[in-house]
């Protein structure tokens, strides 16, 4: 054969080879994308390859996708872990010598709002030959799970929750506490539609344990068996004794909850051992503070063979009853209790009329943790908003405080701090665009905003002025239009902000925006500080004069007369004895015990210096209690303004106010029936100002310190200073700087600048939930907080009354009177302002709900009466 023939035959051998090499990867590549499961994520930590596990028959990847650090690592021969369920992936792991927190970025198809499985594994398997297994935290974003440890008789740890996720990206972070190098052999995450997991957002239930009762295997049941991976371990407890089937057809279709247990679990059960006829179970949880979530699940594998037997069984959990219930027709029940707490003791009995013994198929305990903090997921939110793409903007913004987010400061930088304090950021140059996002808004702490040279649009917002700690500004270089919100103006030229805004075309101080702009100067703040001073202190003046002359009419219609009258300072000084006894301190300076010139007590409340509130607020106070009474409003005596000395002189309250009893401050605890008539004492007071005035009279800062108590501790109304009249068409006040306590004020109040009655209404249902859980308004979760609204909607969703009343007061209330107060307090914290209800329908509510509770007192008091006659008959011989 020539040379030339030769070539040729290589040639077209080779060419053949390369066409056939092609279509067999491009078969082999569109096999493998086959293979992938529907809403997983199986991530092999470690591995340099994806590849299908045949064992379980997911697809696997590496993780090179998921997170940019770290090494891998091999474990050493003989430590391997040799169940075909969970082998291969526990050959080798990702192990993170560098960098405090390390997070794996999961991006599931599904996105937000979707419920989650995420499950981790660990094997140390002496990787690194030191035979030391470390210690470390695993972390879900902001939030702690667990501190990942290992016993020398349990070299390997799963970790298992099903998670509510908020936003379209879950970030999975293993922090170094200094025990050791973090590592994780495998990450897997499945969507599960099960109501059975689904809880309420910025919620988390960890698996316990999931017992598939009865299954005598090794290997634990999953994949492909249960379309969501669920991990079903066998458990066969001594005292009973299985039962199981290989041949029943089980009818699934009946499986509402879409819970979707698998039928090789429902397979096998467990019924009562010898000469027993109920099955019990107890487990207590290492972690008693925890609400425990149990699900039960049954269904009857042996009535196939005895047609004519019958099987009822009732329940009981924890003291609570569930049943009776009867199997039939092969198909599964699922009994769900979650208002254990710390301790799951469950009893399963046969009725008298069931011919069968009580069964069980399978178990899951698991608990649910973890609150929402308003400042990290406003960081999140604006991550997501802006696509900032920073290599460390992962996991919490603020800890470890080694690892703090590029461009922010936090203060109180420790491991114990509050997350919320985010005190400054800087996103300069940062390729930002569109408008500024809202999520600014909940950086409540925020100091120092820096938004220059990005493409930023639209108008600046209001709520911008409405940061209370924001001292400055930097909007330079975008193309932000309209004209800056007045509040950041008038903040720029009190010299409270800082605020810049060149190059910005369309941006300006005041309609119609003009063409040349320039920031705000100092110089220019001097000069019109003065100016504005005067001008601020004429309107002022006038409009005092102006209401002086206004009549408020309350129900008779007629102004009532006052028998307040002007004090001197000599005056004040002898009543207080020379301010000899101070009993309290607010936001109007402090207050002292006095004695009047008859004999009555009073409270002195003088304005200091460094008061909050100042000459407008004393002015409003003073002019509304002139004209307006009340048995459920504080009784205005007289007030002192003498050459700049200012001062209200109240009926002295001998309780003080209702947060010190309810804080735990004072030593006595107010019984429900009594807190019921505070708050109705309250409610009336809040009725009366807004019904029973023309124009109506918000309160604008009600609050649990607010209300007084006196010697029988009936409820009266204080501090007026802020309060408004309505004098508007619509009823409304409308500010830019709103007033108000963090916690009682209306959320919606803070962005807008209007108030209205159902501002109040939004306070009082605060305060509502203060007297019924005695919590404050805000509670701290181990480093989290939780607003008492949260809190509460949170044991609603489980349906657990008696947690959500003050535990001081159990067995002391009726059940009913307690459901019926918490419902009025959520109709009056609804987000929208125009579905909560008016101050009357509140206070009939609240009247009937101490009915209830009166009923319920006359009741005990009779059984009680009874009891004791019980006791004085004869007896029977």
Partial sequence: MSGEKTLALVTEIWIYFVLLSATFGSANMAKMKNMENPGFISIDCGEDANYFDEDTGI????????????????????YGYNNPYFGKQLQNLRSFEEGTRNCYTLKPEKGRD????????????????KNQPPTFDLHLGVNFLVKVRFQDSTPWMLYEIFHFSSSDTIDVCLINTGGGVPFISALELRLVNSSSYI???????????????????????????????????????????????????????????????????FRTAAVPGTNQSSLSYNYTDSSPWYNLYVNLYFLEIEKWFCRILAELFTITINGDDYGAFTLVN????????????????????????????????????SYVFMCYNIAVDAMMKIKQVYKVNKIDWQGDPCLPSAYIWTGLNCSNNDNNAELSKIISLNLSSSSLRGDIASAFSNLRAMQNLDLSFNELTGTVPEFLGQLPNLSVLNLNGNKLSGVIPQLLVEKAKTGLLQLSFDDNPKLCLTAPCEKSKKSLMLPIVVSMVSILAFILLSIMIIIWIMKRHRVTKCKNGSLLKS?????????????????????????????????????????????????????????????????????????????????????LVYDYMENGNLQQHLSGSR?????????????????HGLEYLHNGC?????????????????????????????????????????????????????????????????????????????????QPTIIP????????????????????IKRIVDPKLQGEVNLNSAWKSVEIAISCVAPNATQRPDMSYVLAELKESLSLEMTSEEDRSMTMSLNQQDLSLPSVR
């Fill in 59 to 78: 697809y696997f990847k590496s993780d090179l996708e998921f997170v940019s650090s770290g090494k891998n690592q091999n474990v050493q021969t003989g």
């Fill in 114 to 129: 979707n419920n989650y499985l995420i499950r981790a594994q660990f094997l140390y398997g002496n990787y690194d030959g």
């Fill in 199 to 265: 809880g309420q957002s910025y919620s988390t239930l960890e698996t316990i344990w999931r017992s598939d009762v009865g299954y005598k295997n090794t290997n634990a049941i999953r994949y492909k068996n249960d379309p969501y991976d669920r991990c079903w371990s066998p458990v066969i407890y001594t005292d009973w004794i299985l039962v199981a089937t290989s041949t029943l057809n089980i009818d699934m279709q009946e499986d509402i909850n879409n819970d979707k247990v698998p039928v090789e679990v």
């Fill in 330 to 365: 092969s198909k599964p029940l699922t009994i769900r209790s979650n208002k254990s707490r710390g301790v799951v003791n469950f009893t399963i009995n046969p009725t008298q009329d069931s011919t069968l013994p009580p069964i069980l198929n399978n178990c899951e305990v």
């Fill in 563 to 647: 028998k307040n009258h002007s004090f001197t300072y000599s005056e004040i000084m002898s009543i207080t004895n020379n301010f000899r006894d101070e009993i309290g301190k607010g936001g109007f300076g402090k207050v002292y015990l006095g004695n009047l010139s008859d004999g009555n007590q009073v409270a002195v409340k003088l304005s200091s210096a460094s008061s909050k509130q100042g000459y407008k607020e004393f002015l409003a106070e003073v002019e509304l209690l002139l004209v307006v009474h009340h048995k459920s409003l504080v009784t205005l005596r007289g007030y002192c303004n003498e050459e700049g000395i200012m001062a």
């Fill in 667 to 683: 030593a006595d605890v107010i019984s429900w029936k009594k807190r019921l008539q505070i708050a109705i004492d309250a409610a």
């Fill in 694 to 774: 023309k124009p109506p009279i918000i309160h604008r800062d009600f609050k649990s310190s607010n209300i007084l108590l006196t010697r029988d501790l009936q409820a009266k109304l204080s501090d007026f200073g802020l309060s408004r009249a309505l004098t508007t068409l619509k009823d409304t006040h409308v500010t830019t700087q709103p007033a108000g306590t963090l916690g009682y004020l209306d959320p919606s109040c803070r962005a807008s600048g209007i108030f209205n009655k159902k501002t109040d209404t939004y306070s009082f249902g605060v305060v509502l939930l203060e007297l019924i859980t005695g």
């Fill in 781 to 800: 979760v181990e480093e989290y907080h939780c607003h008492i609204i949260q809190w509460t909607h949170s044991l609603i969703e489980r349906g657990d």
